[in-house]
């Protein structure tokens, strides 16, 4: 059975991102649209809009062409988006690196992308640079924030000075690729995900008649832009809509209440480990809350008390949550504002051109029966384009009608409620970021005391997943110790995808194939 959208069809937004986004900035005028939150630099709509064309001449000057990709590798500041529409204003194609990224895998990120251009912030440039080295293929690493060319980089501030005319860039917003985060899918190492500047820009149409921002609502940035849930909720639909965007470079939990009271934020975007902190942590009764209207997580499971225990004790309509994944430019599923008892759980209803299908766990072939679990499928204007360069990769997650396989698993109430409970693919999520099994495997079996390694998610005491390494010792390293695979993992990867825990043990149960029978060591982990 096809669930359908029971909302009015939306149209395509076929137009390039910047237009889509930033068409009407002018007419925002004075209005504030990004604020530092850390400081007092405050951008206008007149500003954004004049500082992202001179920048893209200025990138266009430098030698950015239409089909370049330019990797973004920054913390959320007020330049982040200017950078992002100028980037794509020159018709590059950006790639999102997470700031934290070790240089191995930004380098990983840099060639699998083919990136030419690097735009980092100057306190990340000995990453950037160390990246590079390993990738290979970069013609310039340019700066956010130097105001001259300081250190021998282009820099974007400057740019502002330039009296070059914007370039004029023949993008085809079908097909054209405006963002390329990556994202592991399912299964397997990250890859490249091809989203048109089209199914990003008909995705806010879809979200926007539910989560209304507009001119005087006051949004706080605190979720990484460089990521699909922050690019679309806290950066594209608020700029589009006339809002302001406050912008913290990180979640620090006493900078991030003082930002709601000083700057009365009404709105706020989060991810479930800042749900729990609202609702458990003593530092909460300390600040001015009482500006916020509402609150929407996504990028992780919600735990229903939770939820209930968060907007109780800040007296607020019930935490309204968000299902989407990069691979769906993201999003599929919400909680409309102004649902009138929404039940506890769910992520919520299809957004409008939206199908969805809930296919049977035993035959991937055939629906499940009405009412009950199974994965997740979804089709509309959303869907990315694919993974980049890897055809098997797009096919294993998107069939031959269209259907996106989530991964996830759910079930839709009489009332056409989404619940996701459970997911059939391997990807952790710790707190909302994914980490891939595949690669902290790949990286344990070249640590010269491990024999073979599997990685699993478990729960920790405050419900969040973290990475778990089962590993077998080779035979002369009888002393290796929990404190070494950890210290070794941490050493390589992003703080967020460090083991967390780990266990010794004889062997990896694996199938007859080679292929790491997970689920043995779920069950092993539940018993
Ligand atoms: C703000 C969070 C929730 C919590 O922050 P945190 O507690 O500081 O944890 P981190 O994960 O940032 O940091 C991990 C580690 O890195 C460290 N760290 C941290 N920033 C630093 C630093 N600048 N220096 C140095 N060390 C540091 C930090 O201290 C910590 O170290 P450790 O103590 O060892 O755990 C953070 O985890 C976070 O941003 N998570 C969200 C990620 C996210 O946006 N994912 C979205 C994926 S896309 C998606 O799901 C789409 C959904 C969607 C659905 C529907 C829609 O309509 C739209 C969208």
Redesign the pocket.
């Known amino acids: 059975m096809v669930f359908r959208s029971e909302y009015e069809p939306v149209p395509a937004v076929s137009l390039p991102i910047h237009e889509a986004v930033l068409g009407r900035a002018a007419e925002h005028g004075d209005a504030p649209a990004l604020i530092d939150g850390t400081g007092d630099l405050t951008l206008t709509y007149a500003q954004v809009d004049t500082f992202h064309r001179r920048i893209a001449a200025g990138l266009a000057e430098a030698g950015v062409r239409k089909g370049d990709v330019l990797a973004l590798h920054s913390p959320n500041t007020v330049l982040f988006p200017v950078a992002f529409y100028a980037a794509t204003r020159a018709g590059a194609s950006v790639t999102t690196v997470h700031p ?1 990224a070790t240089p191995e895998e930004f380098a990983k990120q840099l060639r699998d992308s083919s990136a030419r251009w690097i735009v980092t912030v100057s306190p990340l440039l000995g990453a950037a640079r160390r990246a590079a080295d390993l990738a290979g293929g970069i013609e310039e690493i340019l700066v956010c924030d130097q105001a001259d060319r300081a250190e021998g980089h282009l820099s974007l501030q400057a740019m502002l000075a330039t009296t070059t005319p914007e370039p004029f860039v023949d993008i085809d917003p079908d097909e054209d690729i405006a963002a390329l985060p990556y994202s592991s899918g399912t299964t397997g190492v990250p890859k490249g995900v091809m989203l048109t500047h089209t199914s990003i820009a008909t995705n806010l149409a879809q ?1 926007e008649p539910f989560i209304p921002m507009g001119p005087g609502d006051r949004i706080l940035a ?3 832009f460089f ?4 690019l ?2 806290l950066m594209n639909a608020p700029l589009r809509q006339g809002a302001t965007v406050v912008v913290l470079p ?2 620090e939990l006493d900078q991030f209440l003082a930002a709601i009271e000083k700057h009365r934020i009404n709105g706020l975007y989060v ?1 479930p ?2 749900v729990l902190a609202l609702a458990k942590h003593p530092a909460v009764a300390d600040y001015d809350l009482s500006s916020l209207e509402y609150i929407v997580s ?2 992780a499971p919600l735990d229903a008390s939770l939820a209930e225990a968060c907007s109780a004790r800040l007296k607020l309509p019930p935490v309204r949550q ?5 691979e769906l430019s ?2 599929t599923h ?1 909680v409309p504002l102004d649902a009138v008892n929404p039940p506890p759980g769910a992520v919520g209803k299809l957004l409008p051109s939206t199908e969805m299908r809930i296919l049977s766990l035993d035959d991937p072939a055939r629906d499940a029966e009405p009412g009950t679990e199974g994965e997740v499928a979804i089709r509309g204007p959303q869907v990315m384009k694919g993974y980049l360069g890897r055809p098997d990769a797009t096919a294993a997650m998107i069939d031959t009608d269209g259907w996106v396989h989530t991964g996830d698993i759910g079930r839709v109430d009489g009332n056409g409620w989404l619940f996701v409970v459970d997911r059939v693919k391997e990807l952790i999520k ?4 994914q980490v891939a099994p595949a690669e902290l495997e790949a990286l344990l079996l070249t640590h010269e005391g491990v024999a073979d390694a599997a990685v699993i998610g478990v729960y920790d005491e405050d419900g969040n997943e973290v990475p778990k390494a089962y590993v077998v010792r080779q035979p002369h390293a009888a002393d290796l110790s929990a404190d070494d695979i950890i210290g070794f993992v941490a050493g390589h990867v992003a ?2 995808k ?1 083991i967390r825990r780990v266990e010794f043990v004889d062997g990896v149960p694996r199938a007859a194939s080679g292929k790491i029978l997970r689920r043995e060591l779920r069950e092993r982990e539940n018993t």
């Open positions: 934290l979200l605190v979720l990484p990521h699909i849930y922050g679309t909720a990180r979640f991810a480990p800042i996504a990028a968000a299902y989407g994944m990069t993201p999003g919400v710790y707190k909302g970021f703080p967020y460090k």
